[in-house]
């Protein structure tokens, strides 16, 4: 008989985990187990984004039974060894646990529920090995696009597939390719969004930082597809761990063949680079971000034209965000009809008690999400809302947890999907204060270019104040709600026409927040 399989410690060394410590954990761990002698029984590798969030730092287990671990204590890496240890010793290692740690249930809905296709590899493979990542299936769909397809096949591959942006009011992404496809033979780009701006938004995080190579393979999919010859990824300066990871994940690319010139000794070249973004969340805006990737102030332009026809440097350039890039190898692996229309990351966060990182199927409903899955408010409380697409979406009320969520289905209800933001609001929170925070980061974040944002923002920001501070009356609700119009009617770019979103859902939605807190003469 041959030797057992190792028993397989997966930590998390996400952006979260690492905050509370585990990729130090990971490098004490594997010094502890060397010494140990344990090297054959026992293998530790640093993963990606395993899901459960609230839960940070998790470590996955692999054996004959799969197990995953959360909360671990801060013990030092010696005493887990020397459990460790003792569970081989006495060949009993698929009972032991970390010390102190919390059980996680794999067989609850948090997982059962999900669909993991664009994070399937997600807390399976180290995100800075491209030999697990080939493993994996990386760099597949590339090589059957260069060798057996054509730029126009893949084109309407993705048109048939469904896709839609996963970074905002979900323009249909077919449309985006066959556009920049279109335009006169000549040199074209290829712009990744990773400018994830969204209060409580980390979804393209967890790609970049659990999978960057998925990334890198959509985004070079795509560009063969349009006749790109270059490419940009930008990411927002906060995200270290990312930039980290796809600067390596670039350089072993190059090195296998995948990026650069002439990619697998095929006629297609594409060089990919970095643009680190400064923090500005308009930047978020396509023009304002060409505006950045060309090293002048991040501010949008009105459009005509539109990127598609002069874009970065003024060349047709196609710009989809890290998400919908993610998804063009999964649509081409499974076929368009087993596709249909795909699955959706969410960042389930707030009043919670089971918080992280979801995908799940497009179309299911709100409370399946956020009750089934998510388990509902705290103990003793019940969901009054759930916020979606972070400033720039609305509040949907519980009474309206049994929405699909999908792009039109919210957009009926006065919000939007976004880039996949789920922030969840109980009986305890008044939507009023909620409403002038995100007011308050629009206000900030606007970048002044136009009247209607630059002055709108504060305005309404002010008379949020007002509310707040039981100064107002009913004609200044009739007022908040005249200029947030007049704010979504008249302003450049997304995000002056967006702000309004979670003032104009909270008034329609939650009229009583808002007259709870007119001055006592005037309350009914």
């Not at 180290?126 to 397809?149: C, F, K, M, N, T």
């Not at 063009?328 to 009809?337: C, H, W």
């Amino acid at each position: 008989m041959g030797e057992k399989e190792p028993m397989g410690l997966r930590l998390c060394t996400a952006a979260g985990c690492r905050n509370f410590g585990s990729e130090a954990l990971r490098i004490a761990l594997n010094g502890a187990i060397s010494l140990s002698g344990l090297n054959r029984k026992i293998t530790v590798k640093g993963v990606g984004c395993l899901g459960p969030c609230g839960e940070a730092p998790v470590v996955a287990i692999d054996g004959a039974t799969p197990r995953l671990y959360g909360a671990l204590q801060p013990c030092p890496a010696e005493h887990l060894a020397e459990g460790l240890a003792a569970a081989a010793a006495a060949n009993d290692l698929e009972s032991w646990s970390p010390p102190g740690s919390r059980a996680i249930d794999l067989n609850h809905p948090f997982f059962r529920l999900q669909r993991r296709w664009v994070l399937k590899n997600c807390g399976q493979i180290d995100p800075e090995s491209i030999e697990e990542a080939r493993q994996a299936g990386a760099y597949q769909q590339l090589a059957q696009v260069l060798q057996h397809g054509t730029p126009q096949a893949v084109v309407a591959a993705v048109s048939r597939s469904g896709l839609r942006g996963r970074g905002g009011a979900g323009y249909p992404t077919g449309i985006k390719w066959t556009a920049v496809a279109s335009q006169p033979a000549g040199e074209k780009l290829v712009v990744c969004n990773a400018d994830e701006g969204d209060p409580g938004a980390f979804m393209n995080r967890t790609v970049m930082e659990g999978d960057p190579h998925r990334l890198l393979e959509g985004m070079a999919i795509a560009a063969y597809a349009v006749g790109a010859s270059r490419g940009f990824i930008y990411v927002r300066a906060e995200y270290p761990l990312a930039i980290t990871r796809l600067r390596h994940a670039i350089g072993q690319a190059e090195q296998e063949g995948w990026l650069g010139a002439l990619v697998q000794g095929r006629d297609f070249s594409f060089k990919l680079e970095l643009r680190i973004g400064a923090g500005a969340y308009v930047c978020g805006e396509e023009t304002a971000l060409i505006h950045s990737i060309e090293g002048k102030r991040g501010v949008p332009r009105p459009r005509p034209p539109y990127p598609a026809e002069r874009g970065v440097f003024g060349l047709p350039t196609l710009i989809n965000n890290v998400e919908t890039f993610a998804n063009v190898p999964v649509l081409l692996a499974l076929g368009t009809d087993a596709y249909a229309g795909g699955t959706k990351v969410f960042s389930l966060t707030g009043q919670v008690r089971r918080c992280g990182v979801v995908e799940v199927p497009l179309g299911r409903s709100l409370r399946s999400i956020v009750e089934t899955m998510g388990d509902g408010a705290p103990e003793g409380h019940s969901i009054k809302a759930v916020l979606t697409g972070g400033p720039s979406g609305g509040c949907v009320p519980a009474a309206k947890l049994d929405t699909p969520v999908d792009y039109d289905s919210l957009k009926a209800l006065g919000t939007i999907m976004g880039s996949g933001g789920m922030v969840v609001l109980d009986d305890s929170t008044n939507l009023v204060e909620i409403a002038t925070f995100f007011m308050d980061f629009s206000r900030e974040e606007s970048c002044g270019k136009c009247v209607p944002c630059r002055a709108g923002t504060v305005q309404l920001h002010g008379l949020l104040q007002k509310i707040l501070d039981r100064r107002a009356g009913p004609g200044d609700l009739a007022q908040l709600e005249s200029l947030c119009q007049m704010v979504r009617d008249s302003s450049l770019c997304g995000l002056g026409q967006s702000a309004p979103k979670p003032v104009l859902s909270t008034l329609r939605h939650f009229p009583g927040d808002y007259q709870a807190l007119l001055m006592p003469e005037a309350c009914p």
